[in-house]
Structures are given as structure tokens and as C-alpha cells.
């Protein structure tokens, strides 16, 4: 072998060798890219599940204190029948604040003015009456929503069509 085959020899070899730890560079960076990628799927799922976490804490205690807030109307409602002033102020001060501090959590009530909607109500009885068919007519119970979701349905009376 002439100085010049072993010259190209090593040149090979080193061309192969740089060829090879190219390849290794790039499998490395791949792999790299793929666990950073699947690190950041990893905290948006554990931040996702830390919000559904706080919101179903948030949702369980209004749901406790709904009943309280039932009570409180019917209280206003008594008061007024009876013409006590003194003590219906006192319970609409209080149903009040109750209210202001349920809505700071995101409660909102359930809109039952017009047709009947399945998603946040439920109907309870249909009876006839010269209004539209679905129409809700009365509210029996108030429903409510917390953000997004329906914690309690609003249980209505709907209309049944004149020939109902």
C-alpha cells in the first residue's frame, strides 16, 4: 500500500466516524426534543388537573350551602307575608351578603324566563296553558351554575300547549 491509499484509508475512516457521531448527534437531539415535549404535556395536564381540583372544591361547598340559601328566601318570603319589617329587613340584609359572596365563587342562577332548556332544567309537571308549548311557566326551584357547569337544575312547571 502506497502512502497515498493509507491517506484515503484514514480519510474514510474519519469521514465515517464523523458520519457515525452525526447520526448519534441527531438520535440525541430527537430524543431530547421528544422528552421535552412530553415534559410539557406533562405540566399542562398536572395544571389542568390542579384547576378541575380547585373547582370541584369550590363546587362541593356551594352545593352545601345552597339549602342555606333556599332557606334564607323562603325566611324573606314569610317575612313579607306577615308584614314584619324589621325582620325582613334583617334576612334580605343577610340573603343578600350570602348571595354577593356565592357569586364572588362563580354562582349564577339559572335563566328559566322563556322556552324550556334540558341542559340546566328540569321539567316537573306540564300543564296546559295558552302559552307556547315548553314555555317554562313557573319556577318551582331556583337552579344553579358554578362557572360552566350545572350544579342544580332549575325544576319548572312548562307549558303543555292549549290542548295539553
Known amino acids: 500500500m502506497t502512502d497515498e491509499n493509507v491517506q484515503e484509508d484514514r480519510t474514510e475512516e474519519a469521514v465515517d466516524?464523523?458520519?457515525?457521531?452525526?447520526?448519534?448527534?441527531d438520535d440525541y437531539l430527537d430524543a431530547l426534543q421528544r422528552l421535552k415535549a412530553e415534559f410539557?404535556?406533562?405540566?399542562k395536564r398536572v395544571a389542568r388537573d390542579q384547576q378541575d381540583l380547585v373547582a370541584r372544591a369550590a363546587e362541593r361547598?356551594?352545593?352545601?350551602l345552597l339549602p342555606v340559601l333556599d332557606d334564607l328566601e323562603r325566611a324573606?318570603?314569610?317575612?313579607?307575608a306577615h308584614e314584619e319589617a324589621q325582620l325582613e329587613d334583617g334576612v334580605r340584609l343577610v340573603h343578600r351578603s350570602f348571595a354577593d359572596a356565592l357569586a364572588k365563587e362563580g354562582l349564577a342562577e339559572v335563566d328559566t324566563t322563556g322556552a324550556f332548556d334540558p341542559?340546566?332544567?328540569?321539567?316537573?309537571l306540564a300543564q296546559p296553558s295558552a302559552e307556547a308549548e315548553g314555555?317554562?311557566?313557573?319556577v318551582l326551584q331556583k337552579g344553579y351554575t358554578l362557572g360552566d357547569r350545572?350544579?342544580?337544575?332549575?325544576r319548572v312547571v312548562i307549558s303543555a300547549g292549549e290542548n295539553g
Not at 40 to 43: A, K, M, S
Not at 135 to 138: K, N, Y
Open 61 to 64: 361547598l356551594v352545593k352545601e
Open 40 to 43: 410539557d404535556n406533562y405540566r
Open 135 to 138: 314555555t317554562v311557566l313557573q
Open 17 to 25: 466516524e464523523l458520519a457515525a457521531a452525526q447520526k448519534e448527534r
Open 76 to 80: 324573606l318570603e314569610f317575612a313579607a
Open 150 to 154: 350545572v350544579l342544580r337544575p332549575a
Open 119 to 124: 341542559h340546566t332544567q328540569e321539567a316537573l
